[in-house]
């Protein structure tokens, strides 16, 4: 009999060969009557300053002829391993999937699981050649605007940080985390409580990801543009490709990632495919040294060996002038570096990532704050496409203010807080560099003072959050598409049969894990119309 084990805790300075031993104790059994035991998720707890400790669930199997006498609330039955997807009959034209991230990717695998190929169309490279263009943005401000942070294969989580955790509670988390580290990424991620895989490895799951669908008769096509979709009697027939070119399918999935503007002003201006403004935060990075942070984190345990570069979250709804925003970190990376992440000349914008180690020198973090249909129509923008044109529009500043060639604008956190510019910022992780100037200039005046009112707010949970050390940088506006792709309950766009927006470009996920889950869905949606 297996069961799992959870709420097993051990000490910084206390042995793992202690788990087994624990578990035993919780069972009512000895230790001897543990056949095995193996860790299913270990959790770093540092609420208590200066004596962090990890909690672990645990599956243990029991010796043949012994069972536990009593099983506690945090004890069940292990779960049996899931069932295989039923098979379906292949269509006559094969699904056309457009993007390369985890959207499009999963949704893929999730039809080749069911006995269904597809065609992949990504407008960028693959993801290992991609590393060029990503470099050379970095080195000297040169943009590739067909391949870079955003565009490419696996999409812009392939080179900003390849971070697992999600806010979701849905069975296929597992699934995603057990996918990747098929396809290579470190057995560590399978127990993490926050799993991480890194810019520097997450390329080479993703690629190994991708030869498996070729694999298994899928085709996958680079540099192939989708510039827009065709109609036949009010369901899609196929798409339309840069170089004119005309690809026929009755089922299209729309997969390209929340930078993919052109389509989505395509879609705007012709009326056929729905699609309607969508709330979202921007902000900026805030960056501090990485020993900052675990000193504030850790306490006296900060140089501990057996403990990770300190992450942090933060959120706050704060009332100001009447009006109740959420502010809250976003994207953090213990051990990174801030990338600029443009896709259009003149527009200035920015991420974070961390290689598999955390090994850099800063942390850094985007500190945004909620913006809706209403704050876009104060700024003069409506329809659609508002929330699009109010994030460019405030690129556009932030690049200005920058004074070009993807400079980022940045300033002291206490500076910005007093509205001054004294204080250079200082040395940075960001390429191709800083801009030392007000960060003041940005932003409606509602905005910035729910920022500065959070980031005070921040500073009395992480108290030095608020310091010379720490800077902030302009701008981090790409948190979640501002566009919706309107879909009903079958996935399908409400507009247009035969059209599935899925993942964070069209409005349904943020992040990695939960943009793999709806092209996961989206595949399941296909497979059950072809049963």
Request: with cysteine; aromatic share 6%.
């Amino acid at each position: 009999m297996a069961y799992r084990v959870n709420n097993i805790g051990l000490w910084l300075d206390e042995p793992e060969e202690l788990l087994g031993q624990r578990a035993a104790e919780k069972l009512g059994v000895t230790r001897s009557d543990l056949a095995s035991v193996r860790v299913v998720r270990s959790v770093l707890d540092a609420r208590k300053k200066g004596s962090p400790r990890y909690i672990y669930t645990l599956e243990v199997e029991l010796a043949p002829g012994r069972k536990a006498p009593r099983l506690p609330p945090d004890v069940s039955e292990a779960p049996p391993p899931p069932d295989l997807p039923p098979r379906v009959k292949e269509p006559e034209k094969l699904p056309l999937i457009i993007g390369t991230g985890p959207a499009g990717l999963f949704c893929a695998l999730g039809l080749l699981e069911r006995g269904v190929r597809s065609i992949l169309l990504e407008r960028g490279k693959e993801v290992v050649t991609r590393r060029k263009d990503v470099a050379k943005l970095m080195r000297d401000g040169s943009l590739d605007r067909e391949s870079n942070m955003n565009f490419g294969e696996g999409g812009a989580g392939a080179y900003t940080d390849g971070k697992l955790s999600t806010r979701i509670n849905h069975p296929m988390v597992r699934k995603v985390i057990e996918a990747f580290a098929k396809y290579g990424a470190p057995d560590h991620i399978l127990i993490e409580g926050k799993p991480h895989i890194g810019s520097d490895l997450l390329p080479g799951a993703v690629a190994k990801l991708r030869e498996e669908l070729i694999a298994g008769g899928c085709q996958v096509y680079f540099e192939q543009r989708v510039d827009d979709l065709l109609y036949r009697d009010g369901r899609i027939a196929g798409v339309k490709m840069a170089d004119g070119r005309t690809l026929e399918s009755d089922r299209v999935i729309l997969a390209p990632g929340n930078s993919a503007r052109e389509l989505y002003e395509r879609f705007a201006a012709d009326g056929r495919v729905s699609v309607e403004a969508k709330p979202f935060a921007l902000g900026f990075r805030a960056e501090h040294p990485q020993a900052l942070i675990n000193g504030i984190q850790y306490g006296s345990a900060a140089k501990h060996a057996k403990l990770p570069p300190a992450d942090y979250k933060l959120a706050e709804n704060l009332d100001v002038d009447g009006e109740v925003r959420g502010v809250y970190s976003f994207c953090m990376c213990p051990g990174g570096i801030v990338v600029p992440t443009p896709t259009e000349e003149g527009l200035q914008c920015t991420n974070g990532m961390s290689n598999s180690r955390r090994n850099a020198k800063y942390a850094n973090a985007g500190i945004v704050v909620s913006v809706s249909v209403a704050d876009f129509a104060r700024e003069g923008f409506h329809g659609p496409l508002a929330g699009l044109e109010f994030q460019r529009h405030w690129e556009s500043e932030a690049y200005k203010l920058g004074g070009g060639r993807f400079y980022a604008p940045a300033q002291t956190i206490p500076d910005y807080l007093a509205g001054r510019v004294k204080k250079d910022p200082g040395d940075t992780s960001y390429r191709p560099g800083l801009a030392h100037t007000d960060l003041n200039q940005l932003f409606p005046e509602r905005l910035t003072q729910s920022l500065k009112a959070a980031l005070r707010t921040f500073d009395r949970k992480m108290k030095g959050f608020i310091s010379d050390e720490g800077k902030l940088i302009g701008i981090e506006s790409r948190t979640s598409s501002p566009v919706r792709i309107t879909r009903g309950d079958d996935l399908q766009s409400v507009s247009m049969r035969g059209l599935y927006p899925v993942g964070e470009g069209c409005g349904y996920a943020g992040g990695i894990v939960s943009s793999a889950i709806d092209g996961l869905r989206a595949a399941e949606q296909i497979a059950t119309e072809l049963a």
